[in-house]
Nanobody
Framework: QVQLVESGGGLVQAGGSLRLSCGASGLIVGSNYMGWYRQVPGKQRELVAAITSRGNTNYADSVAGRFTISRDNAKNMVYLQMNSLKAEDTAVYYC????????????WGQGTQVTVSS
């Protein structure tokens, strides 16, 4: 049974930093396409950052240069370091795992709330 558990969300002032963590069980993060998504009420969930099984990363334009996705294969964890946070980064952040970037769906965590006060 696959389980993804996010942690690290919270309330932070604009300009501050947070690091989100995603712990995985039932799958190997280093063998999957791991992504962080976010969603605000009334809007579609959007991809924020992703890392391939080869370690290649990609970012949404809105977070490039501020956010960094990484993984620790030994701990089977994926992280999202978020710096220079803005009020518009406020959202529920979800961890996702799937076999490749070309498939839909995959496995989702329960989400963690990030609130940035201006």
């Amino acid at each position: 049974q696959v389980q993804l558990v996010e942690s690290g969300g919270g309330l932070v002032q604009a300009g501050g930093s947070l690091r989100l963590s995603c712990g995985a069980s039932g799958l190997i993060v280093g063998s999957n396409y791991m992504g962080w998504y976010r969603q605000v009420p009334g809007k579609q969930r959007e991809l924020v950052a992703a890392i391939t099984s080869r370690g290649n990363t990609n970012y949404a334009d809105s977070v490039a240069g501020r956010f960094t996705i990484s993984r620790d294969n030994a701990k089977n964890m994926v992280y999202l370091q978020m710096n220079s946070l803005k009020a518009e980064d406020t959202a529920v952040y979800y961890c996702n795992a799937k076999a490749s970037p070309y498939v839909l769906g995959g496995y989702w965590g329960q989400g963690t709330q990030v609130t940035v006060s201006s």
